[in-house]
């Protein structure tokens, strides 16, 4: 860690098994000293083993006590919770000092009593989608031992372009020890939400489908508008309109045809987001935010389809016009 910690562009390194999003790790029975839990509310508490510099490196909060230090390795039995389980054990109770016993723990045989030392934010370790899981963390440092796994770097600069400098360094001080795989936290994000991301690639590819399909079916008809009325607008030109009058008018049945689809369009659109709502739950939509944005897109859209025909509008001839058939 301390290696890790001196390659320029890092400013922490730590350990830790697992890492969010990673999955599911330790889990165990836990009894709180004071708390009378009914049976049936009973859950497998997951359990991460992190080393000192854990939750700073991962931008994890520390909302009361303190972290992991090395000398935890000579007392091990202490304990860092999360935000979900001090809610639930202690509600408004100061839980730092009081004891947490474990027991059901993969690969310990005994039940084991921990102090919490501090309470953490909450962090999803298995689904992004679910709401947090009572946790706690313990050392990963134990008696000469380490139980974590995962090594975890925070960056000043782009990750990606640091890999070869932590091999070299893993190399050099963990001879033989493999690198199986290196991932960003932002990739491992992104590769949780892939329903979500193709969902929102599909509805953005067919937004913009149909963006296009009515500004070309609004240009058709402008432009079939302004083949009929080459007479009228030939003689509001010889009585003295001027171009940007006959290009107000066009923009002006452009601006009232898209007001017409608004209106009906818009509850639609307010009747479809429940359908939408029920294929993705949990999605909070702004109340007016994505109505007046796609409002305005089709105001654009309108007006540059309606640009062609109202320029070509304002250039008639008042003398040809009036012979147009």
Request: one cysteine or more; proline letters at 6%.
């Amino acid at each position: 860690m301390d290696q890790l910690g001196r390659i320029p562009g890092v400013r922490s390194a730590s350990l830790g098994g697992p890492t969010p999003l990673q999955g599911a790790g330790a889990s165990g029975m836990g009894t709180v000293d004071g708390f009378q839990e009914r049976p049936e509310d009973r859950r497998w508490i997951s359990i991460t083993y992190v080393a000192p510099r854990y939750f700073e490196t991962l931008g994890i909060p520390l909302l009361v006590g303190r972290g992991f230090r090395f000398e935890d390795e000579a007392q091990p039995n202490v304990a860092i919770i999360n935000q979900t389980f001090a809610r639930y054990y202690f509600a408004d109770r100061n839980p730092i000092g009081k004891h947490v016993t474990l027991e059901h723990v993969t690969g310990v045989a005994q039940a084991r009593s921990y102090e919490i030392v501090g309470v953490s934010g909450d962090a999803n370790y298995m689904d992004i989608r679910e709401p947090a899981r009572r946790a706690i963390y313990l050392p990963a440092f134990r008696t000469g031992r380490v139980v974590a796994q995962n090594l975890l770097i925070r960056t000043k600069i782009n990750p990606e372009g640091m890999a070869a400098d932590v091999s070299r360094t893993v190399a050099a001080v963990l001879p033989g020890i493999p690198i199986v795989w290196m991932i960003t936290l932002a990739d491992q994000i992104d590769a949780s939400i892939v329903p979500e991301r193709l969902v929102a690639t599909l509805s953005g590819f067919f937004a913009a489908l149909g963006a296009l399909l009515a500004g070309i079916g609004l240009y058709g008809l402008l432009a079939y508008t302004v083949a009929r009325r080459t007479n009228e607008i030939g003689i509001r030109i010889a009585l003295g309109a001027t171009p940007r009058d006959v290009t107000w008018l066009i923009l002006r049945d452009a601006l009232a045809t898209v007001t017409a689809g608004l209106i009906l369009g818009v509850p639609m659109v307010i009747f479809g987001q429940s359908i939408a709502l029920s294929i993705i739950p949990g999605v909070v939509i702004p109340a007016a935010t994505p109505f007046a944005i796609a409002t305005l897109g089709i105001i654009m859209v309108a007006l540059f389809a309606a640009y062609l025909p109202a320029r070509c509008a304002a250039r008639i001839e008042p003398l040809e016009a009036v012979r147009h058939e």
